[in-house]
């Protein structure tokens, strides 16, 4: 089998789910959407933004003059803190589930200044942000009622983001959302079965092959998965076995600083615009137990294929069958690598 040339399946080896790849079709002609993009430069500070220092949120509540990270609850949180475990199951046929959902919703803001991005910001100012996230794993971690904590960003209107002032999210919750349920079993089957971790073993071969990595420092390597579906999405995985933040040394938090910022500001290089994607980071279920199979990474799934304006969309047989790309994980990671190791 020609990976570069005959149509074929890739296994998602983390969630046991595939992608169907035609890097024959990457040369068909394109005859949807070309739209240029105008970018507008954002301002230092945006006295309409509920985010920057010294503005109202919902409710009326001022923030703080902050000077680094600011974290606060969700003024729109989509779950709720304090609510008993209840299920339901009608008529006990199995059919209509359905369960509460206790959870804490937090955002935290990078930087007091509204115009920068992951990308923009220096290493020694994304460093502060990696403490926060931390921070924050650690005390939502210790909550009896919080079993995962998913900490993540949306950049980008395209992808939803409903302000551009640099913030991530955190949801906490009670169960284990579905894509890290998935990798837990993944994970320890591997785990299980060889006695060894699935991602230390998996990035050793990455690093061997060296055909799909993009960027690596001391403590991290960025890679274009195998099994990727969308057309520029990275892993970040650490080299060492940890689980979660909290286990990651002083300076393995900087080589996540770094890692971040040559990650973010590669994107920005692919159209030569601010890159929207979706991030978010996969750590140990903190359900309880020690979970040595659990190997800490991060996940980029930026929507772009062919320009500024063009798009991904996971319709037809993606949405009713299998997700599917045409550009092959291969080729994208010689894009990104070239522009990696280009000069800001
Ligand atoms: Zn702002
Ligand atoms: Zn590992
Ligand atoms: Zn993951």
Redesign the pocket.
């Given at each position: 089998m020609k990976l570069a040339e005959d149509p074929h399946r890739r296994l998602n080896v983390?969630t046991n789910e595939w992608v169907v790849v035609s890097p024959h079709r990457a040369t068909r002609p394109w005859q949807g959407e070309v739209a240029t993009l105008q970018t507008i430069p954002e301002p230092v500070y945006d006295p309409s933004c509920y985010l920057c220092p010294g503005n109202e949120r919902a409710g009326g509540v001022l923030n703080p003059q902050y000077t680094s990270t600011f974290v606060f609850e969700n003024d729109f949180a989509a779950l709720k803190p304090n609510m008993a475990r209840e299920s339901l199951d009608v008529d006990n046929a199995g059919l209509l589930i359905a369960e509460t959902e206790p959870g804490i919703c937090r955002v935290i803001c990078f930087s007091p200044r509204h115009d920068l991005t992951l990308a923009t910001m220096s290493v020694d100012e994304i460093e502060p942000v990696v403490h926060t996230w931390v921070g924050q794993f650690r005390e939502l971690a210790g909550l009896e009622a919080i079993n995962h904590v998913q900490i993540f960003e949306n950049r980008g209107a395209m992808m939803g983001a409903s302000n551009p002032h640099p913030h991530c999210q955190i949801w906490a919750t009670a169960s284990i959302p579905d894509?890290?349920s998935k990798?837990l079993a993944t994970q320890s089957n591997y785990f299980q079965k060889h006695r060894r971790c699935l991602l230390c073993d998996y990035v050793e071969l990455e690093s061997k092959q060296n055909v799909r990595v993009v960027a690596e420092n001391e403590a991290f390597i960025a890679l274009v998965p195998f099994w990727a579906i969308w057309p520029f999405e990275l892993l970040i995985s650490s080299r060492r076995h940890l689980k979660d933040m909290p286990e990651l040394t002083p300076q393995e938090s900087r080589s996540l600083a770094e890692i971040l910022q040559k990650v973010t500001s590669t994107y920005d290089k692919v159209f030569g615009v601010p890159f929207p994607y979706s991030m978010g980071f996969?750590q140990a279920p903190t359900d309880g137990p020690p979970h040595p199979e659990w190997h800490f990474?991060a996940?980029f799934y930026p929507p772009l294929l062919r320009s500024a304006t063009i798009r991904k969309f996971m319709v037809g047989f993606e949405m009713l069958g299998t997700p599917q790309r045409d550009i092959t994980p291969e080729i994208a990671a010689d894009r990104l690598r070239a522009l990696a190791a280009t000069r800001r």
């Open positions: 983390l894509a890290p990798e996969h990474h996940h």
